[in-house]
């Protein structure tokens, strides 16, 4: 019966080190194994990517479901193709008809303090 735990019965193998060799530059991507370098991927020019490239795309609002479709049917009604015009329509028309004098004077200089 052997002991299958006894190390003597293992066969001893060296230690595999890698070598740092230069590996050929066919593509010019790679220097060697150690500093194998990827190519950097052509940057995104995107509008969330860039630094602020439209101003009416740097946030986002969370909506329910039902409140999209009916901004979407108000887009349609109003004949807007983005949102955000809608949603500024209904902000100035909501500061016109439902604030009082000065809730509108309040909420302009707010305005204008934060914006600027």
């Known amino acids: 019966m052997t002991n299958k735990n006894n190390p003597s019965s293992l066969i001893k193998q060296n230690r595999v080190t890698p070598v740092d060799q230069t590996i050929p530059k066919k593509t010019g991507l790679i220097q060697s194994a150690k500093t194998a370098k990827i190519a950097e991927k052509p940057k995104n020019t995107s509008p969330r990517t860039t630094s602020k490239a439209f101003k009416n795309q740097d946030a986002t609002i969370k909506l329910s479901r039902a409140t999209k479709e009916e901004l979407e049917l108000l887009m349609k009604i109003k004949n807007t193709k983005f949102a955000y015009e809608m949603i500024e329509m209904m902000i100035d028309s909501y500061v016109v008809n439902e604030l009082s004098n000065d ?9 204008e303090f934060i914006l600027n």
Not at 103 to 111: A, G, H, N, P, V
């Open 103 to 111: 809730e509108q004077r309040s909420f302009r200089t707010l305005k």
